[in-house]
């Protein structure tokens, strides 16, 4: 049963390509997103897991993302679902 890091990944995968914006060449970017999802889903503390996973959440998300078009909705969706990581910040 796949985590919820994992989940997610999949569903940005699925998103991606219904808006055909994964090619074949970026299948080496879709392992490296859904290994890393896996790791963090197993071992959540591991912080440097989490910069990786979250650098290639990047690489994923600007894959066949035109700069002209930064108006794009699923973009823009991606970004405010994707919230940073850590300890909240105590007022």
Do not use: C, K
Request: no cysteine; hydrophobic share 40%.
């Amino acid at each position: 049963m796949a985590g919820r890091n994992r989940t997610a990944v999949d569903l940005t995968i699925d998103a991606l390509r219904h808006l055909g914006r994964l090619d074949q060449i970026d299948e080496s970017l879709v392992a490296a997103a859904e290994s890393l999802a896996d790791a963090v889903d197993a071992d959540p503390g591991h912080a440097s897991l989490w910069r990786e996973y979250r650098a290639a959440l990047e690489d994923l998300r600007s894959v066949g993302h035109v700069e002209e078009n930064d108006d794009d909705e699923f973009y823009e969706l991606l970004n405010f679902i994707s919230s940073e990581m850590g300890d909240r910040e105590e007022p």
